[in-house]
Nanobody, 129 residues
């Protein structure tokens, strides 16, 4: 059973930084792809970054240059470093995961929410002006 647990959210002033963590377990690591999403009330989840199973990272334009994803493969933790935070970054942040099809190509794009079967519970980030 795939299990994802986010942590590291909190409150910060505009211009500040936070690093979110997503502890992962329950899968064969080599075939998994991972992603970070966020959601504000009354809106759908927005894809921020996708990590393909070969390590390729794709960023959404909205966070490119401010957010950076990294992985600790030994600890199976996915990180989201967020710098120069803005009030509009206030949201619940989620990590998500799924697996490449055995006979298909690598999934290497920021997918829609239905392309990730496994989700964490989310962590709140609040940025004040």
């Amino acid at each position: 059973q795939v299990h994802l647990v986010e942590s590291g959210g909190g409150s910060v002033q505009a211009g500040g930084s936070l690093r979110l963590s997503c502890a992962t377990s329950g899968y064969t690591y080599e075939s998994v792809y991972l992603a970070w999403f966020r959601q504000v009330p009354r809106k759908g989840r927005e894809g921020l970054a996708h990590v393909a199973s070969n390590g390729t990272i794709i960023y959404a334009d909205s966070v490119k240059g401010r957010f950076a994803v990294s992985k600790d493969n030994a600890k199976r933790i996915l990180y989201l470093q967020m710098d120069n935070l803005k009030p509009e970054d206030t949201a619940i942040y989620y990590c998500a995961a799924d697996f490449d099809s055995p006979d298909g190509p690598l999934f290497a794009k920021i997918g829609n929410t239905w392309e990730y079967r496994y989700w964490g519970q989310g962590t709140q980030v609040t940025v004040s002006s």
